[in-house]
């Protein structure tokens, strides 16, 4: 799972989809960055001994502001087996927070890039933790390294293609004097 949802009521209720309705089986809970609509939700997870992963900048973060904090860290990259798939989680750079990671899932050529990429046509959204000056390179790095996506998974709003990094990065674009 990358992601939570907000809130525990939503979450004991994907866990029981997930598991009765759907017969599958959780593995681990990837969070994308510090902001509640990635986190907000890892308590019922981890009630059900399902790990959680994050960026040591995002357990830093989610500690420093008092909410659930992601169980295991790492530095730059993790790579998670789930079955015959791996989860290549890594961070390219500031964008939407500090923090932000991205998780692809190479044979599948599909990325999730949570809220640093923007579905097309949306807004800037909340910039409050953002650093806008390194966003559109940010992206750029993720473009470079994974030239060949196929479907973009955004924080919000609907999925698409490269056409959603060439959207976020040309929304962050910052003009030069």
């Known amino acids: 799972m990358v992601d939570t949802p907000a809130d525990d009521v939503t979450v004991n209720e994907l866990i029981r989809w997930i598991s009765e309705e759907k017969k599958h089986t959780i593995k681990a809970v990837v969070v994308n960055h510090f902001h509640n609509d990635c986190l907000g939700g890892l308590v019922p997870f981890h009630k059900e001994n399902i790990p959680s992963y994050a960026n040591n900048t995002t357990i830093a973060l989610a500690k420093k502001e008092g909410v659930a904090v992601p169980e295991n860290g790492f530095e730059n990259q993790l790579e998670l087996p789930i079955g015959e798939t ?56 993720i473009k470079t390294a994974y030239p060949r996506l196929k479907i973009v998974i955004p924080g919000h709003g609907n999925p698409g293609g490269m056409e959603l990094l060439n959207y976020t990065k040309t929304l962050f674009k910052v003009e030069s004097l």
């Open 86 to 141: 791996t989860l290549l989680n890594r961070y390219f750079g500031e964008a939407h927070t500090a923090d932000n990671i991205v998780t692809y899932v190479a044979s599948e050529e599909l990325l999730f890039g949570g809220c640093m990429v923007k579905s097309m046509n949306a807004k800037k959204g909340y910039l409050g933790d953002a650093n806008t000056n390194e966003w559109s390179n940010t992206i750029a790095k």
